[in-house]
């Protein structure tokens, strides 16, 4: 509880000296017991002070979102329980929380009445479990089984990603035996980041489109109405990383980002991120359950036994896996509707502050702000990094640096719903000041 109080005020990287604390740690592997109060109280007093504070409202890198207090008490609740939510014979409560979980979901994120899925690690996992459906149902449709098959000798699938595209997707890709080279098709992007629809190549055969809800810089969306309809005429499976981008559909007045993504035949996000529950939670979701389910399941033991519906762990790669649902569920059912758009639309209206801010102290803003992410300049390449790196030591807020059009940029992202106006002016003041240096 100290640790969560001293938050609020604390410097948001931790020091060279908090960092030292980690070597007090014991090294080798203890020969005999140690109390576990007296366990506890050292990962406290070493392990508490190299954190990042990004629990807090002042750190703003990558995406990383805090944890609603209620989500936090659920995730030890759910510690508590120790469930295994692989199957509902295993954790009925798992069950029945992920399943409600996984439908709040797709109702706060407008997505097809029927669509259904399963929470995963994260967004990264989500991208393999909703390409790994894509896979298997765009080579079914060509008369191959690629899950007893395999991928050699199978017919040829044309992958489609935007020039910028997110790393998880093309690691997924790279999972899924599909490769991140040559043979993937990389549509041209404008000056967001979104996918050019000027010129979109002719599609044959079994193809599958990746696009994206908001990208990892701009924070911009792929046209979906156009690409879906480019994409579904041609027969492919439209998959959706919307990590964070996809959560502004729960507010009415960033929804219209998302317009036209409810095409789409599966989509990832992320819980962790702008739902604001702890690590690690994401979520995928399709179209089409049994096209999940017919990509995880496995040739399993008959000790697993009969089919439930509720089972999720022949939706996701996990066997054994944590019951996600549960912190989820109790955000969604704290929040409501108005109070997960407040979050979005908080931070929304953060970020248009610090682009304001910026602005005004002769800073260069590089992206049109249509969410939660800003790009900033603070002059050329060499400059930019300079103070990139004593924002991040200076301990005010936190923000990590990128590249945006071929230039260097810190990037700023507001996904934490503890973020107040006091912490954007302080960190506001803070990065011009040391721009000012
Ligand atoms: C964060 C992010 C991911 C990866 O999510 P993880 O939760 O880190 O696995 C994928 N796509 C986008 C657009 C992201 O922002």
Known sequence: MSYLEGLKDRRVAPTEDDLQGLDLLPHGLPDGPTPADRVIELLDRYGSPATMASNGGRYFGFVIGSSLPVALAADWLTSAWDQNGGMEVSSPVAARLEATSVGWVRDALGLPPGADGAFVSGATMANFAGLAAARHAVLQRAGWNVETDGLI??????????????????????????????????????DQGRIATESLPPLSGPAIVCLQAGNVNSGSFDPFPELIEWARGAGAWVHVDGAFGLWAA??????????????????????????????????????DLAQLRAAMTGPYAPYLGADHPRDRFDCAPEMSRRARGVDAWAALASLGRSGLAEIVERCCRHASRFAALLTEGGCEVLNDVVLNQVLVSFGDEEKTKRVVA????????????????????????????????????????????????
């Open 153 to 190: 000798g199978a017919p040829r699938v044309t992958v489609v990603v935007g020039d910028q595209v997110h790393a998880s997707a093309l690691k997924a890709l790279m999972m899924l035996g599909f490769g991140t080279g040559q043979q993937l098709v990389r549509l041209p992007v404008d």
């Open 250 to 287: 729960a507010s009415p007045r960033y929804r219209h980002l998302t317009e036209g993504v409810g095409g789409a035949d599966s989509w990832s996000t992320d819980a962790h991120k702008w739902l604001n529950v702890p690590y690690d939670s994401g979520i995928v979701l399709v179209r």
């Open 390 to 437: 004593s924002i991040q030591s200076d301990g005010t807020c936190w923000c990590g640096q990128t590249r945006w059009r071929g230039r260097a940029a810190m990037r700023i992202s507001v996904s934490s719903g503890k973020t107040t106006d006091e912490d954007v002016e302080r960190s506001a003041r803070a990065m011009l000041r040391l721009a000012r240096d």
